[in-house]
């Protein structure tokens, strides 16, 4: 069954720590992933985006690592910031033309000051 | 250059009723998407679109759910006399094309739906 499981499902971090959230996926076939970050009452907005042969990726204080080899990826952030409360959510595409992505449930991120 | 509007941003609906949903993609972006968020779970994918045609309907419940891309207008999600087990947030996504290199989707604010 294609599905996408992130932990841990809740975190709260004090401002400026960093921390690092997971996805393991078994979808199948793979075309790529993808983290996305979601504030409340919004729709989510892309941070990375990796296919098969990327293993890191960052975009500002977001690092995204991918391991096609054992289907998990993390999301490292750095430098905390009370802004990067939110949900995290782990996307997967499997190849084909019909661009469907399957998410995770979401990581809820609380940074506190 | 405004992104993916949909609206409105919230609708209440007793059982029964009709629901209509409506999603305006980035200018120049032909692919629409629609997805379900229900409360505390995951985007659900329901269906794909593409100007005036269905490609990908397959999340679509088989009942009571209609959705469409007309040539001209916003993609319209419909759902027929509602229940409370659809209270949702409904997302729009859109994208350019669709291939390997051309694959971001673009997420709206979403919708909203409250069943009473």
């Known amino acids: 069954k294609n599905q996408v499981e992130q932990s841990p499902q809740s975190l709260i971090i004090l401002e400026g720590k960093n921390c690092t959230l997971q996805?393991?996926?078994?979808?199948?076939?793979?075309?790529?992933l993808r983290w996305y970050k979601q504030d409340t009452g919004r729709g989510p907005v892309s941070l990375t985006i990796?296919?098969?042969?990327?293993n890191t990726k960052s975009n500002g204080r977001y690092t995204a690592t991918l391991d096609a080899d054992t289907k998990q990826s993390s999301l490292h952030i750095t430098a905390s910031q009370l802004s990067d409360s939110a949900s995290y959510i782990c996307v997967v595409r499997r190849t084909g033309n019909t661009g469907k992505l399957i998410f995770g449930q979401g990581t809820t991120l609380q940074v506190k000051p | 250059n405004a992104g993916v509007m949909q609206n409105p941003r919230h609708l209440v609906r007793r059982r029964g009723q009709e629901a209509r949903l409506r999603c305006s993609p980035v200018?120049?972006?032909?692919?629409v998407y629609w997805y379900r968020q229900l409360p505390e779970e995951g985007l659900k994918f329901m269906v794909y679109l593409q100007k005036e045609n269905i490609i990908d309907e397959s999340g679509m419940p088989k009942e009571r759910f209609s959705a469409e891309f007309p040539k001209e207008g916003p993609s319209i999600l419909r759902i027929q006399q509602v229940v409370r087990g659809d209270s949702a947030a409904y997302f729009c996504?859109?994208?350019?094309?669709?291939?390997?290199?051309?694959?971001?989707?673009?997420f709206g604010p979403g919708t909203r739906l409250t069943v009473t």
């Open positions: 990796m296919t098969f042969s990327e």
């Open positions: 996504a859109s994208s350019l094309t669709e291939g390997p290199s051309s694959y971001e989707q673009y």
């Open positions: 200018k120049g972006h032909s692919h």
């Open positions: 996805c393991n996926y078994t979808v199948s076939p793979f075309s790529n």
